[in-house]
């Protein structure tokens, strides 16, 4: 039964696998806040340029990878960290040539740390705050006060606990990979070096937000449940537990990952025991939102607030009514649903769910069974194959002359200071766009690879991969019904190279191996 599940789950991926490629073919991805403002773009392919890139990326790769194979000799003692500190310089020097400042969101945040840390000022909890609308952000909020009160109020200190962090993500995906292939005889550096110099996780250290962080909590609670499987200690799965819970206070997409990992200890149930099974759950399962319950003890038991701090939040019904939009097909709905919690509800949860219900009753009914259908599948083909998690605003950023701001001027970019390198990526530069494009090759190539890997796996009746199919899956569902930003799957890029490096190397070996003998 249980691998009847596990291949119907390598089915189900690889259908969704082969729909991003198929669409590749016809449709591009794109998000150039320059050139479009804040908005999602689907064009037609440039199918001559896609190709090029396709060839010019496997060249590349084939190069590389080969590179990694003569560093096999070598002790990982040795590897890791000089690989770990190259990764670390890259992203040194694009803090300090893209001295991009906080916008938005980021800064929003940033000054509500400040605002409570020098002015002891928690209004933002009171009734039409941002931390009363949005309590979930409190946990970036508290984690840059922390930063600000313990080290120099510096943008450079934020965005160097950015790039540590990115250096976590980068050795679990390395670790991970290995927990996944302990029969492989090599050293398998070539993901080490994949994940240290993907360019997305590079740039991404200059977003003052909770993306880097929840990444690397996620991915290492990620790793240590893997880890488990194997060795049955109960310490690995404390540990797993433990940061699932804060990788889940900082994004609480952490539920996918919780399921999934509830899930892999059913299916090793016979393997684990039924005694170690109840135990494993029932760690993961108490401990998961003791941040959230103890967030809200503190805040009570200090007055800050006097109920607990969801009871008038924006209710989940306003992101499902933001993701059912014909027009951006769920990207941002120019604050629609924003005026309805605020304005019409009056920051009131319960009155405002009903009218959200209403909203999104309406929005289905008016629309026909087709133009729902393109809608979804321009929602999951733009936010998969897009490729860049939005590095272009959110790592690059711009001199904040945007020709078409898709906010009305709301979001805006500028740096510190201007350096060759961000004046070479200024506005919609043939350096920009050309990033862009390898970007989105890069992504639909990791996918073919990815594909290569479950069609092999299928064949071979290997299922060890069904934990990272289960995560992917969870955040292909959960972002057809929410509102959408490629940024937000930004924490499932280290299962995308994990599992399309596997790909690669299934590729590579057939082809190579079989030439020589």
Known sequence: MVKGIQRTLYVILALFISLFIASSFFLRAEYNYFADGDTPVLERQKLLMFIVLILVVLAASIVLYRMCLKLDKYSPRIVIPLTLLFSCAIQIVIIFLFTRLPTDDSQTVLSLAMDMLYRNDYSSFETSGYLHMFPFQFSIVLYLKTLLYLFPDNYLVIKGFNILFSLVTTLMIYLLYKELNTKSKLNDYGVLVFAATYIPSLFMSNLIYNDVIATAFLTSAFYFAIRFIRTHSLRDILIAAILLAVGNYFRSIGVIFLITVLLTLLFHMRTLGLKKLIIAVGITAVLFNVPNWTQNAVLQATHVVEEPVN???????????????????????????????????????????????????????????????????????????????????????????????????????????????????????????????????????????????????????????????????????????????????????????????????????????KKVS
């Open 311 to 513: 009871t008038n939040s924006a209710p989940v019904y306003m992101w499902l009514n933001m993701g059912i939009n014909l027009e951006t097909f769920g990207f941002w709905d120019n604050r629609e649903s924003y005026s309805i919690y605020q304005q019409d509800a009056g920051y009131n949860k319960a009155e405002s769910t009903e009218l959200f219900k209403e909203s999104i009753a309406n929005k289905l009914s008016a629309a026909t069974v087709g133009e729902l259908g393109k809608m979804y599948y321009k929602k999951l083909i733009w936010t998969w194959t897009e490729g860049t998690y939005q590095m272009e605003r959110y790592g690059i950023g711009n001199d904040g002359s945007s020709s078409n701001h898709g906010r009305m001027g709301f979001v805006m970019d500028s740096y510190v200071y201007h350096t060759f390198a961000s004046d070479g990526f200024k506005g919609d530069s043939d350096a920009r766009r050309g990033l862009i494009w390898m970007m989105y090759v890069l992504n639909m190539v990791m996918y073919a690879g990815i594909l290569v890997r479950l069609i092999g796996g299928l064949k071979a009746g290997r299922y060890a991969e069904t934990p990272l199919i289960l995560v992917i899956l969870g955040f292909i569902g959960f972002y057809l019904l929410w509102e959408i930003k490629s940024r937000y799957i930004y924490p499932v890029y280290p299962l995308l190279i994990i599992f399309s490096y596997m790909g690669f190397k299934d590729i590579y070996d057939y082809i190579f191996r």
